[in-house]
Structure formats: structure tokens, C-alpha cells
């Protein structure tokens, strides 16, 4: 069986930051292969925002 490595599982939904069964997690994506500052930013915007409404 092989897999494609840039297909998530499809419990992983393909068009939405949240997951219904994980209501505390957010998952962040490339938007490009191998694209990390993208994401590494968009976690730091979040982690501000965090800190931010304490």
C-alpha cells in the first residue's frame, strides 16, 4: 500500500484550522511544500494573541 505524503488522513479535514474532535487543537498547514516560515509565523501571530488576552 502506498501513500501520498502530502495527503493528510482524512480525519484531519482538508479545508478547516479546527477539528471537531480535538476542540483545544488548531492545526497549521503549508500552504506550499516545505514552506515553514508561512506557519511558523501564523504560529506566532497565535501565540501573541494568546499571551496578548491574559
Known sequence: MTSDAHTPDYRWLL????????????????SETRDYVSVL?????ELRKLVAAR
Not at 16 to 29: A, K, M, N, S
Not at 41 to 45: E, P
Request: glycine share 0%.
Open 41 to 45: 509565523d501564523r504560529v506566532r501571530t
Open 15 to 30: 479545508d478547516r484550522d479546527e477539528r471537531p474532535w480535538y476542540p483545544t487543537v488548531r492545526l497549521f498547514r503549508q
